[in-house]
């Protein structure tokens, strides 16, 4: 049981370009979130998923996008990287938004 | 939308003695307050949750209080340790079930 999967744990992008940043879980959790985490400003939700096919912004979601094609996995793109992109980007999963998520490791991405 | 308020930014404390981190909410709906912890180069990981129909919880050495009509809740460690040094997160449901967290606590335990 590897709970929640992202790869990869370290990118460097140039400005400009795109990528995209994966998230699978293995506990049938419904409902799925993406955080960034800057000094100072704790975690900020990204986007996220109450389901397969269903998806929602959150707080910050300028810059990205996102899809939910399965139940398992849950990937962010980014498309068209800029500096204020850099940040630590975690997944996380859960029965439902009042239930505890559990979080991956976390994709440290760094743009020049 | 919520807004989570958390303070101090900071808190250094001597092992042994209490800590105490408070964070307030303003969405009245909210139904559900976890804590994680955090530390250096890890994922947030849960230590303890609270949710409306229930005042305090407590688990060990960690307790959480909720006011309700106040919209505050807080997290106490009792007879901290070094390995209580961590960054500590509130967070509260809003009305969509979207968890909204606060900015952290640097906790600090010296021996």
């Known amino acids: 049981n590897a709970g929640v999967t992202q790869t990869p744990k370290f990118q460097v992008l140039k400005t400009g370009q795109s990528m995209t940043l994966q998230c699978a879980q293995d506990?049938?959790?419904?409902?799925m979130s993406w955080y960034r985490q800057d000094p100072g400003m704790g975690l900020r939700l990204i986007h996220y998923?109450?389901?397969?096919?269903?998806?929602d912004q959150g707080e910050v979601p300028n810059g990205y996008n996102v899809s939910r094609s399965t139940t398992e996995d849950f990937p962010l793109r980014l498309l068209s990287a800029a500096p204020s992109q850099t940040s630590v980007y975690f997944c996380?999963?859960?029965?439902?938004?009042?239930?505890?998520?559990?979080f991956g490791d976390g994709t440290r991405l760094s743009i020049l | 939308g919520e807004n989570v308020e958390q303070h101090p930014s900071t808190l250094s404390v001597q092992e042994g003695d209490s800590a105490v981190i408070k964070c307030t909410y303003s969405?009245?709906?909210?139904?559900?307050f976890p804590w994680y912890k955090q530390e250096l180069g890890k994922r947030p990981q849960l230590i303890i949750d609270?949710?409306?129909?229930?005042g305090e919880k407590k688990d060990q050495r960690i307790a959480v209080t909720l006011n309700k009509t106040a919209k505050h809740f807080s997290l106490h460690i009792t007879e901290t340790q070094p390995e209580d040094s961590a960054v500590y997160f509130c967070?509260?449901?809003?009305?969509?079930?979207?968890?909204?967290f606060g900015t952290g606590t640097r906790l600090q335990v010296f021996p």
């Open positions: 967070a509260a449901n809003d009305d969509t079930d979207k968890l909204i």
């Open positions: 609270i949710r409306s129909n229930v």
């Open positions: 998923s109450v389901g397969a096919g269903i998806t």
């Open positions: 506990m049938n959790h419904e409902y």
């Open positions: 969405d009245s709906a909210s139904n559900y």
């Open positions: 996380a999963s859960s029965l439902g938004g009042n239930q505890p998520q559990h």
